[in-house]
């Protein structure tokens, strides 16, 4: 991957209803930050958009810190269509608040009011956006499925709706665990069964197999 | 302190609306856990109930690990009565989903749909629940205020709301910090302003300042 450039994204996305509360989920940003590295270790320009985690940055690697899907997006718009391949490996956010106050929300706001509800907008989708905007086929795509029921078909699904060139389906088990198993499918292929491993592993091979089929 | 039974919660609480996403806030735990360790320093028999942080457990102090708002209610009603001081310095969700689904929602499953709402209800006060249920004083039961605006007529309410021995008023800009600043406030007496300093050294000022009027 000797000076081909890649963006990777990691980690969750926030989505902020005050200045204190957010709707996220529990990604690590382990797999994305894996992904980083080994492009890095493979000789790529490698650029890492990632939301709030606690990992150190690698080294090497250009990084952007964001907060909320939207920020996600943008930061991915201005790199995505300079990039050879672009992995999507954050857990972003479906969801984000219609309204963010402005001020913490107090109960004495609310009293006696024993539920509320709170409108939520749906965020775009960044794979999807990237693979329907691109031309030439550039950037070649990896998205991640992490699915709680039928991880196969619906992953199938993902990599077809979101015209994919590739995507990496994991059962919900391995969100913010040191180990990863997944599939890999391809448009038109049999899923690959890839067997538990360590996500800098499992990094090296979602990287080989993407570089098998770009290059 | 030596010999006293100390409880003390950190750490944010998740709400979850499926088995991946929840609404949280950044609370990283430490002033909780620096209280932990310098009650325990102190001599003193400490339990921490703490929410999902990237701290480790502090040595020779019983670990409670919780999720949620009610699991935390629940694990502080077993030991709060049995406590002599019962520290509050976790930053506890107010709200929970009214329905907790048991499969991550899909997109498709309201494809077409640009928002929804979400339904929530009123957690319980832990602080609150504590105080009211006591008797004779006992434990002794020491808040946090974390404030966006009006931070010493907010903080004054919620000591004297939740009927508490002692509150701390924080600016919101401690959260995710290193650093705090804070004012005590006790019933019946002006406040004091405590100045910038770690949250080693605020966790040391809290106990010190509880112990003099607790003993």
Redesign the interface.
């Known amino acids: 991957l000797k000076g081909r450039r890649i963006l990777v994204t990691a980690g969750p996305t926030?989505e902020y209803?005050d200045?204190?509360?957010?709707?996220?989920?529990?990604s690590s940003g382990q797999m994305g930050y894996a992904l980083a590295r080994a492009a890095r270790r493979a000789g790529a320009v490698v650029t890492l958009i990632s939301g709030?985690v606690?990992l150190t940055p690698p080294s090497g690697v250009r990084m952007v810190s964001v907060v909320s899907a939207m920020d996600m997006l943008h930061a991915v718009l201005k790199q995505a269509f300079l990039s050879d391949i672009f992995i999507g490996a954050a857990?972003v956010?479906?969801?984000r608040p219609?309204v963010r106050l402005p001020?913490?929300?107090?109960?004495?706001s609310?009293r006696g009011?024993?539920?509320?509800?709170?409108?939520?907008?749906?965020n775009p989708?960044i794979l999807q956006e990237i693979s329907r905007r691109r031309t030439r086929g550039k950037p070649w795509t990896v998205g991640f499925a992490?699915?709680?029921?039928n991880l196969l078909r619906?992953a199938r699904?993902k990599l077809q709706d979101k015209e994919l060139d590739m995507i990496v389906a994991n059962p919900?088990t391995v969100?913010d665990r040191p180990h990863a198993e997944a599939y890999f499918l391809f448009p038109g292929e049999q899923p690959v069964r890839i067997r538990p491993r360590t996500k800098d592993s499992m990094a090296a091979e979602i990287l080989s197999a993407a570089a098998r089929r770009y290059l």
Do not use: G
């Open positions: 926030r209803l200045p204190v509360r957010f709707l996220t989920n529990a709030p606690h857990a956010a479906d969801w219609a001020q913490k929300i107090k109960k004495k609310i009011r024993q539920s509320v509800s709170i409108k939520m907008l749906q989708d992490l699915e709680t029921e619906n699904r919900h969100i």
